[in-house]
Every structure is written in C-alpha cells, then in structure tokens.
C-alpha cells in the first residue's frame, strides 16, 4: 500500500497527470542544489526515480549515486538522467528538498537541480537570506524581491539546465529545512507579486548592508545602470553586524590569493562617485599592479573583504582593513529594510526606496516562461 501511494504522488510531480499538472509546470523553477565530483547520496520515504527512458524505478530508503564516464551509477546500473521525488522531501546530502530532484551527469562529475513550485522555493530562500525573525514587512520586501529576481533568471535562462544557483552567486536556497510559518506567511501574503519597471520585471539585486549609501550598478557589473538602481542614501543599517568591519591579513595570504609574488604594500585607488574605491594599488616585487576594487574583493574572497567601501595600511607586513558594508551594495539593503520596517514602514514603501520608480505587479501564472 505504502508503495501505491509513493507511485501516485511520484506520477503527479513527474507531471504524468494532464490537467492540474500542466497548469502547476508554469510556475515551475529550476535550482542547482548540487555538485559532486563523487558521490551524492539521496534519501526519503517511498522514494521513486523516472529514468530518461520514462520507466520508474522504485528506490530503497537511501540511494548513493556516483559518476561515471558521461553517466550516473546506481547499484551499477548506468542511467543518463533520474528525476526522483517521494511521499514527503527528498534529503540530498542530509538536506531536505520539496519537489522533484533531477540528477544529471555533469563532466566528470554530478549536477542535481531541485524543480519545484516557485512560491514553495521562496519559503525555503527567506530564511537562507535573512532572518524570519524580522519584523513581517522586512520579509515581506524580501519574499518580493526574491521573487522578482528569480522570475527575471527563469526567463533570461529558460533554455538552459537550470534557472539558479542556491549560492550568493545568485540567491541562498537551503532547500525545505529553512521553512518556518512566518516565511510562508511573508510569501503567501504577497503571492505573485514582483517589481515592474515600464511593466518590464526588474533585476532586483540586494545585498546584506550597504554601509550608508547603495550603490550604482554600472559600478559594479560596467555598462548603464537602469534608472532603479542608481544608489540612494541608507542611513538605516547602521545598526547592522556588518555596517562596519575590520581585517588582518598577512600579505603573504594576498600573495597566494591573487598570484602576485613579493607583494610590499596595498593603496586606495580613486573612489566612485558613491565611495567605494575603483581601483587597489598593489606594489609587488615587479613594480606597481593596479587591480579594479571588484576583481580584488571577490578574487580574495567576498566574505573576507566584505565591500570595496574600505581604507587599508600595511604595519610589519600585514594589511589591516577597515571598511562599511557587506555585499556588492546595488538595490535593497537588507538590514536597511530591517530597520525601516521597525520603523514603520510597509514593504511596498521599502521597496519603493530601494528600487525608484518601480511599481508592484502581480503576475499572471504563465508570466516569465
């Protein structure tokens, strides 16, 4: 019995069922929750894996898949492709995930692609992202901006294996495990809605603090910022863990982190017109290296130089940093938001701030496909 009712929920979610599972697949995202150059192991109850073929394979309570030569192996067996779902989530790794789990070979190693609704994927980022402990208009603004961006990403890589990265390289997602009633409450309360700009959905980038001031995204990515995201003043995550930072790092550890031996000394280039420096001036045994702020911080890591908003002095061979901020700085400043909504402000007010000139839409199910 317990194996029926595992086959009929797994036929539902591999959208074998006509009606309700085709209006559902358009609002279907598509996030890479893992990697592996060994072995991914799945878990769940009454887990059942669709081959490429179309043919189910009923799946014991754990299942480790390894890599081959441009295919999976189960118990041997090659598969091209398993899509594996199950009466409740599906753990990866010891992580739960709702929806279905797509393992793919990829290289020499795994891919899996978590595909699942986008409004229960938006549960699982609010407390990836911040916190659900936040005042409810805070989440609020981060249900909608979470939203937007990862409609924006669904339509500019529709024709691709998947829509997003669960990392900060697009937005954290740490799958079902996250979820709690004020996240769900902060998503279903907004259902659908994102950020327009000409009625067009908007890049809705974020970060943690902006230090006072977000900044112009043509300072960061090149080119022409849209209207919306040319940077205001943000006096209101100075309360913030991360409004200011410090750093010691020996110049030894910049030497291996940026390949450049005999590095001596560190100076601030010019700074953009919302203060963040444009450029570092490193001086190596081979004479002067001038490095964009943007490719140093994230070549020596995004989390250990927090911002390119920071002053530096070299004293015995180690450079000590001193900076504000925490993030690229373009669009909503999340402990900013925090702070505006104890202060009372609705989320549709914050997000006007942070994004001006937009307007809040609720979108059509099929919207962004």
Same mark, same amino acid.
């Given at each position: 019995?317990?194996?029926?009712?595992?086959?009929?929920?797994?036929?539902?979610?591999?959208?074998?069922?006509?009606?309700?599972?085709?209006?559902? &697949?358009?609002?279907?995202?598509?996030?890479?929750?893992?990697?592996?150059?060994?072995?991914?192991?799945?878990?769940?109850?009454?887990?059942?894996?669709?081959?490429?073929?179309?043919?189910?394979?009923?799946?014991?309570?754990?299942?480790?898949?390894?890599?081959?030569?441009?295919?999976?192996?189960?118990?041997?067996?090659?598969?091209?492709?398993?899509?594996?779902?199950?009466?409740?989530?599906?753990?990866?790794?010891?992580?739960?995930?709702?929806?279905?789990?797509?393992?793919?070979?990829?290289?020499?190693?795994?891919?899996?692609?978590?595909?699942?609704?986008?409004?229960?994927?938006?549960?699982?980022?609010?407390?990836?992202?911040?916190?659900?402990?936040?005042?409810?208009?805070?989440?609020?603004?981060?249900?909608?901006?979470?939203?937007?961006?990862?409609?924006?990403?669904?339509?500019?890589?529709?024709?691709?294996?998947?829509?997003?990265?669960?990392?900060?390289?697009?937005?954290?997602?740490?799958?079902?495990?996250?979820?709690?009633?004020?996240?769900?409450?902060?998503?279903? &309360?907004?259902?659908?809605?994102?950020?327009?700009?000409?009625?067009?959905?908007?890049?809705?980038?974020?970060?943690?603090?902006?230090?006072?001031?977000?900044?112009?995204?043509?300072?960061?990515?090149?080119?022409?910022?849209?209207?919306?995201?040319?940077?205001?003043?943000?006096?209101?995550?100075?309360?913030?863990?991360?409004?200011?930072?410090?750093?010691?790092?020996?110049?030894?550890?910049?030497?291996?982190?940026l390949r450049l031996p005999g590095i001596t000394d560190i100076r601030e280039g010019p700074r953009n017109n919302r203060g963040r420096l444009k450029t570092v001036i490193l001086t190596t045994a081979r004479g002067a290296v001038t490095m964009l702020a943007t490719r140093f911080r994230m070549t020596v890591g995004s989390t250990v130089i927090r911002?390119?908003?920071?002053?530096?002095?070299?004293?015995?061979?180690?450079?000590?940093?001193?900076?504000?901020?925490?993030?690229?700085?373009?669009?909503?400043?999340?402990?900013?938001?925090?702070?505006?909504?104890?202060?009372?402000?609705?989320?549709?007010?914050?997000?006007?701030?942070?994004?001006?000139?937009?307007?809040?839409?609720?979108?059509?199910?099929?919207?962004?496909?």
């Amino acid at each position: 019995m317990h194996k029926l009712v595992s086959l009929i929920i797994a036929v539902m979610a591999f959208g074998l069922v006509t009606v309700p599972a085709m209006a559902l &697949e358009r609002d279907l995202i598509r996030v890479a929750v893992g990697r592996s150059t060994g072995s991914v192991t799945l878990q769940g109850d009454g887990m059942l894996a669709l081959r490429e073929s179309g043919t189910a394979l009923v799946l014991p309570p754990s299942a480790t898949i390894v890599p081959g030569h441009g295919h999976l192996l189960l118990d041997g067996a090659p598969y091209r492709r398993l899509r594996v779902t199950a009466a409740g989530p599906v753990r990866l790794n010891g992580t739960s995930y709702r929806g279905v789990l797509e393992v793919l070979p990829q290289g020499n190693g795994i891919l899996v692609v978590d595909e699942l609704p986008l409004e229960e994927y938006l549960v699982g980022v609010i407390n990836s992202e911040i916190s659900s402990t936040w005042p409810m208009e805070a989440i609020k603004a981060q249900a909608v901006i979470a939203r937007t961006y990862a409609v924006a990403k669904r339509q500019e890589r529709r024709n691709a294996l998947y829509h997003l990265e669960s990392t900060v390289m697009d937005q954290a997602y740490d799958g079902s495990d996250q979820e709690d009633s004020r996240a769900a409450r902060a998503v279903h &309360e907004t259902v659908g809605q994102v950020l327009t700009y000409h009625g067009a959905v908007i890049q809705a980038y974020y970060h943690a603090s902006c230090g006072g001031k977000t900044e112009d995204a043509a300072n960061v990515w090149g080119g022409v910022s849209p209207p919306y995201l040319k940077g205001v003043d943000c006096q209101y995550c100075a309360k913030s863990p991360a409004s200011r930072w410090e750093l010691s790092m020996p110049l030894s550890k910049l030497e291996t982190a940026l390949r450049l031996p005999g590095i001596t000394d560190i100076r601030e280039g010019p700074r953009n017109n919302r203060g963040r420096l444009k450029t570092v001036i490193l001086t190596t045994a081979r004479g002067a290296v001038t490095m964009l702020a943007t490719r140093f911080r994230m070549t020596v890591g995004s989390t250990v130089i927090r911002s390119t908003n920071f002053t530096v002095r070299v004293i015995g061979g180690v450079a000590l940093f001193s900076g504000l901020g925490y993030g690229h700085g373009v669009g909503l400043c999340q402990w900013g938001a925090k702070q505006r909504a104890l202060a009372g402000f609705s989320y549709s007010e914050i997000l006007s701030y942070y994004y001006p000139g937009t307007e809040l839409r609720t979108l059509p199910a099929d919207a962004g496909r």
